[in-house]
């Protein structure tokens, strides 16, 4: 079972890199134009809404829909009694890709330049949601073994 985790943290490290590499060309991205002082309007509505609705995007992708989704996945695991491994794979799948995309709405607050407290909020919540995603071995052996999927 030790390859087979170790094949699972493969299959989710490469998903996770690729996820982070394109969430920090976006973030660096809109850093830059932040410090040249380059500034995409928004659509609609001031800057300060923006920046409001971005840091509560930003906090729900990184923060609050993460727990609540392993919490639903732990309870409906309990309630079945039996986790299948595909269901496993593609709920961390699903856990790596919504923690990161608090990032890419980070990204959007610094091409927007929205007020400082929004922004760093936001850049806050992205950086927590990417360091909450990173799929270890150890994680997953752990997580494994809790559901019943051996682990090693």
Same mark, same amino acid.
Do not use: C
């Given at each position: 079972?030790?390859?087979?985790?170790?094949?699972?943290?493969?299959?989710?490290?490469?998903?996770?890199?690729?996820?982070?590499?394109?969430?920090?060309?976006?973030?660096?991205?809109?850093?830059?134009?932040?410090?040249?002082?380059?500034?995409?309007?928004?659509?609609?509505?001031?800057?300060?809404?923006?920046?409001?609705?971005? @840091?509560?995007? $930003? %906090? =729900?992708? +990184?923060?609050?829909?993460?727990?609540?989704?392993?919490?639903?996945?732990? #309870?409906? !695991?309990?309630?079945?009694?039996?986790?299948?491994?595909?269901?496993?794979?593609?709920?961390?799948?699903?856990?790596?890709?919504?923690?990161?995309?608090?990032?890419?709405?980070?990204?959007?607050?610094?091409?927007?330049?929205?007020?400082?407290?929004? @922004?760093?909020? $936001? %850049? =806050?919540? +992205?950086?927590?949601?990417?360091?909450?995603?990173?799929?270890?071995?150890? #994680?997953? !052996?752990?997580?494994?073994?809790?559901?019943?999927?051996?682990?090693?």
């Amino acid at each position: 079972m030790n390859e087979d985790v170790a094949k699972l943290a493969r299959t989710l490290n490469r998903l996770f890199w690729v996820l982070t590499f394109l969430a920090v060309a976006v973030l660096g991205l809109g850093y830059l134009l932040h410090r040249m002082d380059i500034s995409i309007p928004p659509p609609f509505g001031g800057l300060r809404v923006w920046g409001i609705f971005l @840091l509560v995007v $930003s %906090v =729900l992708l +990184g923060v609050a829909l993460p727990v609540l989704i392993r919490t639903m996945f732990n #309870k409906r !695991a309990v309630d079945r009694k039996h986790v299948d491994l595909t269901v496993f794979v593609d709920h961390q799948k699903r856990m790596v890709i919504i923690s990161i995309s608090a990032a890419y709405v980070a990204g959007i607050a610094y091409m927007l330049v929205v007020p400082n407290l929004y @922004l760093y909020g $936001s %850049v =806050l919540a +992205g950086l927590y949601g990417i360091y909450s995603a990173i799929p270890s071995e150890r #994680k997953l !052996a752990g997580e494994l073994r809790f559901y019943g999927l051996g682990g090693g």
